[in-house]
């Protein structure tokens, strides 16, 4: 999107065509582009902390995030186990 009026226009087809309210709508457009946004390091950081609090261990959390990384949208090269542990604690 290049300006504040593409989303407005986004906003309003997204009412138009769920039947939602305009501001549901915008807001639910600003959800979609935050979660297309976030870098692969802020995701790696976002789920660590997630699954963390689960109880998980970093020894399935590691793998796991790598695997949920290849099925993102945005374009990241495949993180090696070491280099996700060094995203989460420098």
């Known amino acids: ?3 504040l009026s593409d989303l407005d226009d986004l ?4 009412a138009r065509s769920s039947g ?3 501001s549901t ?6 959800d979609i582009l935050s979660y297309l946004v976030e870098s692969p390091e802020d ?7 997630a699954l963390s609090r689960l109880g998980h261990r970093n020894e399935a959390i590691y793998p796991r995030i ?5 099925q993102r ?3 990241a090269a495949p993180y090696s186990l070491r280099q996700i542990r060094r995203i989460i604690y420098g």
Not at 25 to 30: F, P, T
Request: aromatic content about 10%.
């Open 1 to 3: 999107m290049s300006d």
């Open 11 to 14: 906003a309003a087809y997204v």
């Open 20 to 22: 939602l309210d305009p």
């Open 25 to 30: 709508a915008r807001r639910i457009v600003d």
């Open 43 to 49: 995701f790696v950081r976002r789920r660590h902390a």
């Open 66 to 70: 790598a695997r949920e990384l290849a």
């Open 73 to 75: 949208r945005f374009p």
